[in-house]
């Protein structure tokens, strides 16, 4: 290299430095991305426009993304983004990310300002912060409110027997939202006319299918608790809803980028269902499954359990398609080819409220079954599940009243313990063996009998509110709609 050469290097070495230095280089590149970027797109919507081919950047947008975005939720999650990337005049990165989510312009701020209208929040601010950053400290000061709230509100570990295999060993108090199923439990308050079901008179916990799906009461949390909480929800549900996954678990190997801690906020991601032409997973490794179909109120049992105990990270989900289920279920499974079956140290077992109370003793998290006087009374609860669901499956096709019989009970065993709405005052195994049976009765008879099963039982009508409180259970919830066509099909096709 000669003098020249090497002093040229020295002087682009020092300009470089000097302008990296300074941040020019870093807002230069920012700047030649953005530019590129933009006449990329220009140079998209002229071929689109002349040649009526599709845009090549903009259809770049890849699947994952793509269906993501196709759901209000997703909608949501991109223009808080774009919110954040303006408000931190972070212009070139905006204008790569545009393009690159296959998104117009503005279309952020008609995304915000549609979904302000719809939910009445008001998100003209004076923009001190950017919204998402409102809605991370939302969660995280509501997680602080939840991990008070929780602790208490189980049944004391003491008293029962030790738990029997090495989780016990490892025991730790799983946060707030792994015992409730991580996830903040609670929306923004609705006043009670607008929470209020046409048909069924009041209803605290409403459901709307339509844009953000659920709502909940809630009198003793901020506001800015209430709207991150709603929101940090609603693109879990979402998710729910349409099988999504995400970069948390790998739908198909059950494999998890999560570190498994379940004192860190999970959100999981629901696998999509196995059919006839999916493998088996590596079965009898150590793994633990549990093996569910979402449509089933006696797996949604077991689910609930496991999202209570918080151990998502210790059982693994295995969703099953009943209508097309896979041979290798029945043959190496679960003979009886029914769900739920747990596989827990190479042995399955089945059974829903033999695997709830399973679940309650063999793994880690708050107790969800009494020890002492209450006990005889939670079995006596438990027994009588069957005749429950006898009577009220019996009632479709004649009287409603017949129905009434078994609701009754049901009020009249609410009214025994007056420490909380639940069936022992607290919650517990009871609760959850009900909870999926009612969720399904309860719009069925309002649909078919314009029956409300509240009307007249205060306490049923506070134990409804009090379940759907429940994160554990609420995520495992259908879509009334759902619930009440298949129960047509169901029990009214003869
Ligand atoms: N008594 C069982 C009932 C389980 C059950 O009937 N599951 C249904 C789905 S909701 C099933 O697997 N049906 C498939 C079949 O019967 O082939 C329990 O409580 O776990």
Redesign the pocket.
């Known amino acids: 290299m000669d003098d020249y050469t090497r002093e040229m290097m020295d002087l682009k070495t020092l300009v470089t430095r000097t302008l990296e230095k300074k941040g020019v280089l870093a807002k230069i590149r920012a700047e030649l991305r953005a530019s590129v970027f933009e006449a990329i797109e220009e140079e998209d919507r002229v071929i689109e426009k002349d040649e009526g081919l599709p845009p090549a950047l903009l259809a770049s947008c890849n699947d994952r993304a793509k269906h993501l975005h196709a759901s209000p939720s997703g909608r949501l999650l991109t223009a808080l983004i774009c919110e954040y990337l303006d408000w931190a005049q972070l212009s070139h990165t905006l204008k790569v990310y545009l393009p690159e989510c296959n998104l117009e312009k503005d279309s952020w701020k008609a995304e915000l300002k549609e979904f302000s209208n719809k939910n009445g929040y008001d998100l003209n601010r004076n923009g001190d912060s950017p919204l998402l950053l409102d809605v991370l400290e939302g969660f995280l000061k509501f997680e602080n409110l939840s991990q008070a709230r929780a602790s208490g509100r189980r049944f004391t570990t003491s008293g029962t027997e030790p738990l029997p295999n090495s989780e016990s060993r490892n025991m730790r108090r799983p946060s707030s939202s792994s015992v409730v199923g991580g996830l903040p439990p609670l929306g923004r308050a609705v006043p009670s006319s607008q929470g209020s079901d046409r048909r069924g008179g009041s209803s605290t916990s409403a459901y709307r299918k339509d844009e953000y799906n659920w709502r909940y009461d809630s009198d003793e949390l901020p506001d800015e608790v209430i709207h991150a909480s709603n929101a940090m929800e609603n693109l879990q549900l979402d998710r729910k809803a349409r099988n999504l996954t995400s970069s948390w678990r790998h739908a198909g190997d059950g494999s998890s980028e999560d570190d498994g801690r379940a004192d860190h906020v999970v959100q999981e991601v629901l696998p999509p269902p196995l059919t006839s032409t999916s493998p088996p997973p590596s079965l009898f490794d150590g793994t633990t499954r549990l093996y569910i179909?979402y449509?089933?109120?006696?797996?949604q049992?077991?689910w609930i359990a496991r999202n209570c105990k918080g151990v998502q990270d210790k059982i693994q989900l295995v969703p099953i398609d009943?209508q097309d289920?896979p041979s290798w279920y029945k043959e190496k499974v679960y003979p009886?080819?029914?769900?739920?079956s747990l596989e827990h140290n190479n042995e399955v077992r089945?059974?829903?409220?033999?695997?709830i109370k399973y679940i309650d003793t063999h793994f880690e998290g708050p107790s969800l079954f009494p020890s002492g006087l209450a006990k005889e009374f939670a079995e006596e609860l438990l027994s009588y599940t069957d005749t429950f669901y006898k009577t009220v499956v019996s009632s479709f096709k004649g009287e409603e009243t017949e129905a009434g019989t078994a609701f009754d009970y049901i009020e009249t065993a609410l009214s025994k313990y007056d420490d909380g709405p639940f069936f022992l005052g607290q919650f517990s195994l009871v609760d959850i063996a009900y909870a999926p049976f009612i969720e399904r009765f309860q719009p069925f008879l309002m649909d078919v009998k314009n029956y409300d099963i509240k009307l007249g039982r205060p306490k049923l009508a506070a134990w409804i509110e009090g379940i759907n409180n429940i994160d554990g259970y609420r995520i495992t919830r259908s879509d009334p709609k759902e619930l009440v066509e298949s129960c047509k099909k169901r029990f009214l096709v003869s």
């Open positions: 179909s449509k089933c109120p006696y797996a049992r077991v009943l289920r009886s080819n029914k769900v739920p089945g059974e829903s409220l033999d695997l």
